[in-house]
């Protein structure tokens, strides 16, 4: 009867070792076709994106009239508009409420694009407005002439047309509340246009474990 016991422990210790063998194989492969891309390399997309972004303050002057008081630069991740309103309330918009206050006016109300000091207005030629045009899409460069001065060739090769909104850069500081923090704006707008970089993102677009999504939040 010994022989037989000794046998068959020793037939599941083997099965146990194939079983955990073929585990580790079919792991190993996986992971390396999740990391790895169609040429072998870990790496497989360059991205453009901008580290630096923009914090916007923007006070309301008279009812429905606001102007930008002062921008300064910040981490990208960390941009945003606060408005504070005549009566003291103050609000934070995000960058995608930011975004959506734009579109939404320039779907709706295009023929007044740049004409008046409406919050959309006001946060389209903002510093958070540079931002978003050139980190989403659309770009707003049909409206902001610093865009049409920086990126001419982008916007001949994407035929972009000006059409609408501001004519001239000079014109942007009637939505400042002086020329002070108009220049300022200037200056924090190149730091956000100097911070473009190129990163690498794994072939596919994939990251992590199994293949799982993942995009950058900048479109560059």
């Known amino acids: 009867m010994t022989p037989i016991k000794q046998n068959t422990f020793?037939?599941?210790?083997?099965?146990?070792?194939?079983?955990?063998?073929l585990s580790m194989l079919i792991l190993s492969a996986g992971l390396y076709s999740c990391s790895s891309g169609s040429d072998g390399s870990d790496y497989g997309q360059t991205e453009e994106v901008y580290t630096q972004g923009t914090r916007t303050y923007i006070k309301e002057v008279a009812k429905g009239e606001f102007k930008i008081t002062e921008e300064i630069a910040v981490p990208a991740d960390s941009s945003k508009a606060i408005v504070t309103y005549l009566d003291g309330r103050e609000e934070i918009l995000t960058k995608e409420a930011s975004q959506k206050l734009i579109?939404?006016?320039?779907?709706?109300?295009?023929?007044?694009?740049?004409?008046n000091n409406g919050l959309s207005n006001v946060l389209l030629y903002s510093g958070i407005g540079y931002f978003?045009?050139?980190?989403?899409?659309?770009?707003?460069?049909?409206?902001?002439?610093?865009?049409?001065?920086?990126?001419?060739?982008?916007?001949?090769?994407?035929?972009?047309?000006?059409?609408?909104?501001?004519?001239?850069?000079?014109?942007?500081?009637?939505?400042?509340?002086?020329?002070?923090?108009?220049?300022?704006?200037?200056?924090?707008?190149?730091?956000?246009?100097?911070?473009?970089?190129?990163?690498?993102?794994?072939?596919?677009?994939?990251s992590g474990f199994f293949g799982s999504g993942s995009r950058s939040g900048f479109g560059g």
């Open 103 to 115: 579109d939404d006016e320039i779907a709706n109300n295009e023929s007044h694009i740049g004409h």
């Open 10 to 21: 020793i037939k599941k210790v083997k099965d146990i070792t194939i079983s955990g063998s």
């Open 132 to 206: 978003l045009g050139r980190t989403m899409r659309p770009n707003y460069g049909y409206y902001r002439p610093d865009f049409r001065r920086d990126d001419r060739q982008s916007t001949s090769s994407t035929g972009m047309v000006p059409r609408g909104g501001v004519r001239d850069q000079g014109e942007m500081s009637k939505f400042y509340s002086s020329n002070e923090s108009f220049a300022k704006s200037n200056e924090v707008k190149s730091t956000v246009s100097r911070s473009r970089t190129s990163v690498s993102r794994p072939s596919g677009s994939r």
